[in-house]
């Protein structure tokens, strides 16, 4: 069992940078994939990133590609989501997400699958 905790949102203006961090408690985090979703309101969910469990591969969607970087340490069972120049269509909650395996994570037809969410936190991006 892997419990996930959100922390790091907040409200910034457009353009700024923000960090969200997981902090994982249970058992073998070092296994796990790990991803950040996010939902808006009235929308679907959308993954935004995802990183192996040993960092050797990151994943992002074009809507975040180049702005947005997932990271991880293991040793402190934490993952990150670095939002740099952060726009108003960014604002949403955004959710941890922890899965053995990546492909969980990454393809949509196969998120259903992901084992552990996190409550999720609210990000709020101004103009």
């Known amino acids: 069992q892997v419990q996930l905790v959100e922390s790091g949102g907040g409200l910034v203006q457009a353009g700024d940078s923000l960090r969200l961090s997981c902090a994982a408690s249970g058992s073998a985090f070092s296994t796990y994939a790990m991803g950040w979703f996010r939902q808006a309101p009235g929308k679907e969910r959308e993954f935004v990133a995802a990183?192996?469990?040993?960092?050797?591969?990151?994943f992002y969607p074009a809507s975040v590609k180049g702005r947005f970087t997932i990271s991880r340490d293991n040793a402190k069972n934490t993952v990150y989501l670095q939002m740099d120049s952060l726009k108003p269509e960014d604002t949403a909650v955004y959710y941890c997400?922890?899965?053995?395996?990546?492909?969980?994570?990454?393809?949509?037809?196969?998120?259903?699958?992901?084992?552990?969410w996190g409550e999720g936190i609210q990000v709020t991006v101004s103009t």
């Open positions: 990183i192996t469990w040993n960092s050797s591969n990151t």
């Open positions: 997400a922890a899965d053995t395996q990546i492909d969980a994570i990454v393809i949509v037809t196969r998120n259903y699958r992901v084992q552990y």
